[in-house]
C-alpha cells in the first residue's frame, strides 16, 4: 500500500509514519507537511535513510500538488490541522481554511483518482462538552464549543457527504488526549515537563479540574492502522484511553515525577469556551476491529518523561523558537501601545 501521510511532520503524523514503516514491511509513505510551527522535520529524521520513506514540502490546500501525489497512491491518512484551541480563539479563519478547505481539496483529489482508502484523524472535541457522568460514543451529536473543534466538525461532515454521496471509502477517527514522544511542547504535558525541567511555573486554566481522557499515542497509530487496513467505509471509529483525570493531577503527577514543588503551579484565566469533561468510549473499535491499547497511564507517563529527558535536542530548539514568537509579540504590543 502506498500510502499519503498529511501532516507527518507533526505528533501524531511522524508517529504514525514510523508505525508504518516498521510495521509494514511492504508499505511506501509519503509525507505531506507544510511546516508551520508544529511541523518539525527533526521529527521524521530516522525515516529519511528509509527507502519506503518519502517527504513532500506542501499545502493540502494545493489542489495541484495534492492531485498529483493523488495519483501515485492508494491510501490517504489525514492528520494535517491546525489543532491548538487558544490560536483559534485570535486566528479562526487559519482553522477554517486548513481543516475544512484542506479537508475538501484532499477528499476532491481521493475522488477523481480512485484513492481506495481514506482515514480522517479527527477530535473527541467535535462532541463539545460531558457532564460528570458518560462517554462520548460515535452516536453522540456534534456539539463543538471552540473555533478548533467546529472546524474539525465540519470536516468531518465533509467526509461523510463524500461516502454519502460518492460512495468513498472514507473513515473517521475521533480520538482523546494523546500523549507520547515528539509532542510539540506548547501541549500541556510536554509543555509542563520542559517548563519545569526550567524550574519555571506551569500554566493551569481556571481550577484546573478540566477532566481529560489520556491516549499513549503508539495506541492511537495502532487503532488508525486497524480502521485504515480493516474499517468499514462509512464508519466512525473512537479512540480513547480510559484514563480520565483532572488537569491538576496531571500537574501535581508531572510535578512529582520530576521532583518539583507545588509552588511552581500557577493558575491563570480560564479560556473561553473550555470544555469541562471529555470521555471516551472505545468499544465499538474493540469490538469491531480487535484493539487493544498497550498503555496504561503510569507507565505512559513514566516513559513519556524519559523520552522528552533523553530528547533536549529535539525540543530545546522549538521552545526557543516558541519564546522568541513570544517575546516579539509582546514588543509588538508595546510597541502599538506607544503609537495610539
Known sequence: MRIIVTGGAGF??????????????????????VLTYAGNLASLEDLQVNPRFRFVHGDVCDAV??????????????????????????????????N???????????????IQRYVQVST??????LGPTGLFTE???????????????????????????????????????NYGPFHFPEKLIPLFITNLLHDEPVPVYGDGLNVRDWLHVADHCQAIDLVLHAGTPGEIYNVGGNNERTNIEITQLVLAKLGKSDSLIKYVQDRPGHDRRYAIDASKIRRELGWQPRYNFDTGIDQTIDWYLSHRDWWLPLREKALDARRAAANQVVIEAQRS
Open 139 to 177: 452516536a453522540t451529536p456534534l456539539a463543538p464549543n471552540s473555533p478548533y473543534s467546529a472546524s474539525k466538525a465540519s470536516a468531518d461532515m465533509m467526509v461523510r457527504s463524500y461516502f454519502e454521496t460518492f460512495h468513498m471509502p472514507v473513515m473517521i477517527t475521533r480520538c482523546s488526549n
Open 100 to 114: 475544512v478547505e484542506g479537508t475538501v481539496v484532499l477528499l476532491e483529489a481521493a475522488r477523481r483518482h480512485g
Open 12 to 33: 501524531i503524523g511522524s508517529n504514525f509514519a514510523r508505525h508504518v514503516l516498521n510495521t509494514h514491511p511492504d508499505h511506501q509513505v509519503t509525507v505531506l507537511d
Open 124 to 129: 473527541d472535541e467535535v462532541y463539545g462538552s
Open 65 to 98: 500538488l495534492v492531485n498529483e501525489l493523488a495519483s501515485q497512491h492508494d491510501a490517504i491518512v489525514h492528520f494535517a490541522a491546525e489543532s491548538h484551541v487558544d490560536r483559534s480563539l485570535s486566528e479562526p479563519g487559519v482553522f477554517v481554511r486548513t
